[in-house]
C-alpha cells in the first residue's frame, strides 16, 4: 500500500504538468489576444487534445459550398439553425467555427438595393413585430434609400441596423452563441465578439488581411474618398475567407450597447470607414461614445447568424 501510495504522489505532479500545458491552449503565445482557438489548439503539442482546438479557426467555408460535415441534419425548425439561411436581398453568409461554436456572418456589407428592397417592404416602425426592443420606441423612421445599388448602405441608425437583421431572419451581429456583445471589455475578444472573430480570424490578425497595414488593401482614407460597391477590393479580403471590408468602406454597427435606455446609448461600431485612417481600420477598434439614434453617412452594418451547436 505504501509503496503504491508514494507511486501516485510522484506520478501525479508528472500528469498534471502535462495536462496543464498539453490542454487548451494556456501556453499559447503572448501575441495571441486573449488566447484564440487557433493558436493553443494547434500549437500543443500534448496528448489532451485540449478544448482550445476545437476553434479549428480555419473553418470557413461560403454558404454555398460544402460547409463543415459534421452538421449530420435532421431536427430543423426553430432558432438556432443548423446551416447558414439563404435570405433574398440579403448578403450570402459565411459559416464560421469559434471555439466549438458555429455561427454565420454576411460576407459583406448590407447594400443599398438590399436595404431598399426591405424598405419596399413597408416595415412599420410603430410594430412591435418590427421594433420588438423598447429601447429602439425613438426609432420612428427606418430612412430612405434614394440610389439603390451595390455600395453599402449608410446614413442608418442602430435600430434601423437591428430592425433590416431581425426582418431577414438574421442578427445584428453580436456575441458568439446569442445576445448582445459587451460593451465593455470582451468587443475585442475573438472568443466572444462575432464580428471580431470574423475579422481577425479568430484572433490571430490584426487586420483582416494581415498583422501589418496595408493602406490600399481596404476603402480607408488613403483609398477612394467615398463608398465603393462591397466586396470590389480583392485585397480586402478576411479574416476568414469569402468576408469583405471588415476594415473601411463603411464602420459597422455591433450589437454591443453601454446600458438599453433609449436613443442617446452608446453603441460600438466596428472597423472604421472610408474617411478613417489606419489606426480606426483594425479589427479592435470599437468607437467610443457613438449613441444609439446616430446616423452617419459613414455608418452601416452586417447581419450574423447563430448556429446550432453540434
Ligand atoms: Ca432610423
Ligand atoms: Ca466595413
Redesign the pocket.
Known amino acids: 500500500m505504501r509503496v503504491a501510495v508514494s507511486f501516485l504522489l510522484l506520478a501525479c505532479p508528472l500528469v498534471i504538468a502535462a495536462g496543464c500545458f498539453g490542454g487548451g491552449g494556456v501556453d499559447a503565445p503572448p501575441s495571441g489576444p486573449s488566447g484564440s482557438g487557433a493558436t493553443g489548439g494547434t500549437g500543443g503539442s500534448g496528448g489532451t487534445g485540449g478544448s482550445g482546438g476545437a476553434g479549428g479557426m480555419g473553418g470557413a467555408s461560403s454558404s454555398s459550398s460544402s460547409a463543415s460535415s459534421s452538421g449530420s441534419g435532421g431536427s430543423g425548425g426553430g432558432i438556432p439553425q443548423n446551416a447558414c439561411p439563404k435570405v433574398p436581398n440579403t448578403p450570402e453568409m459565411v459559416e464560421l467555427v469559434s471555439f466549438g461554436t458555429k455561427y454565420c456572418i454576411d460576407s459583406t456589407?448590407v447594400t443599398t438595393a438590399q436595404y431598399k428592397a426591405w424598405l419596399d417592404t413597408n416595415p412599420d416602425p410603430a410594430s412591435e413585430m418590427v421594433q420588438p426592443l423598447p429601447e429602439c420606441g425613438f426609432n420612428t423612421s427606418f430612412g430612405s434609400v434614394t440610389s439603390p445599388d451595390n455600395r453599402p448602405v449608410a446614413s442608418v441608425d442602430w435600430c434601423d441596423a437591428y430592425a433590416f437583421c431581425l426582418a431577414n431572419q438574421k442578427r445584428l451581429c453580436g456575441r458568439i452563441g446569442g445576445g448582445p456583445t459587451p460593451y465593455a471589455g470582451d468587443y475585442a475578444n475573438p472568443a466572444v465578439s462575432q464580428w471580431h472573430n470574423a475579422c481577425t480570424m479568430g484572433g490571430m490578425r490584426t487586420f483582416p488581411y494581415g498583422n501589418e497595414y496595408v493602406g490600399e488593401a481596404c476603402n480607408g482614407a488613403n483609398t477612394a474618398g467615398a463608398t465603393l460597391a462591397v466586396g470590389s477590393l480583392a485585397g480586402c479580403e478576411g479574416g476568414f475567407d469569402h468576408i469583405f471590408?471588415?476594415?473601411?468602406?463603411?464602420?459597422?454597427w455591433e450589437d454591443s450597447c453601454e446600458t438599453q435606455t433609449g436613443e442617446m446609448d452608446k453603441c460600438h461600431r466596428r472597423?472604421g470607414g472610408f474617411t478613417s485612417s489606419d489606426t480606426d481600420l483594425d479589427c479592435s477598434t470599437a468607437s467610443a461614445n457613438i449613441t444609439r439614434n446616430n446616423s452617419d453617412p459613414r455608418t452601416g452594418f452586417r447581419c450574423c447568424v447563430d448556429l446550432a451547436t453540434p
Do not use: A, F
Open positions: 456589407e471590408d471588415m476594415s473601411g468602406n463603411v464602420w459597422e472597423g
